[in-house]
């Protein structure tokens, strides 16, 4: 028999070591690319087109800051390219929207945007705030902002009213992104 029907043990040993570390590697990248948070559903008689909804979604990770479980986007800020003239005062965003009620988002937000990591909170104003509070309406830092809702944004103008009518809270994440 020629060698080429043959594969040594080590041979089978690098080729699986290989294959693991490939989908190592490629679930760590899918990871770092899973967004933010999904996407409000739509109303049945929704535009199909919807132009604030062709900006992308970042990534957990572009944000670094996470996102309220169970929440949905409302809005997303626009790219870059389109912002580039103000690129000195605006810092990219993400509303978020949930039926949680603003005390339950605070409690949320008050266990991972600790003082030790450099947040604080205002509770004049229901938000938190990368670095000093005297800073929180500013834009120029990263901030998370906790608003009540009544589902009479714009940005919620096509989004299905039976989602709308139990909405209870706006969570403005404000962020500078990671990458």
Request: proline share 7%; net charge positive; aromatic share 12%.
């Amino acid at each position: 028999m020629n060698n080429l029907g043959k594969i040594s043990m080590k041979e089978i040993k690098f080729f699986l070591a290989t294959l693991i570390l490939i989908s190592f590697l490629t679930s760590e990248e899918l990871s770092a690319q899973s967004p933010f948070a999904p996407w409000a559903k739509l109303s049945s008689d929704a535009p199909k087109e919807i132009s604030a909804r062709k900006y992308p979604v970042p990534s957990k990770d572009e944000v670094g800051i996470p996102a309220y479980p169970g929440a949905y986007i409302s809005s997303v800020s626009a790219p870059k390219q389109d912002t580039i003239r103000y690129e000195q005062e605006v810092m990219a965003f993400v509303n978020l929207v949930t039926s949680d009620p603003v005390s339950s988002v605070i409690s949320f937000y008050k266990k991972i945007l600790t003082k030790d990591k450099g947040w604080n909170y205002s509770e004049e104003y229901k938000t938190f705030v990368k670095g000093q509070t005297v800073n929180a309406l500013t834009g120029f830092v990263p901030t998370v902002k906790i608003r009540d809702e009544r589902g009479d944004n714009f940005d919620l103008g096509y989004v299905d009213p039976n989602y709308k009518k139990n909405l209870k809270t706006r969570i403005e994440v404000t962020y500078k992104p990671s990458k």
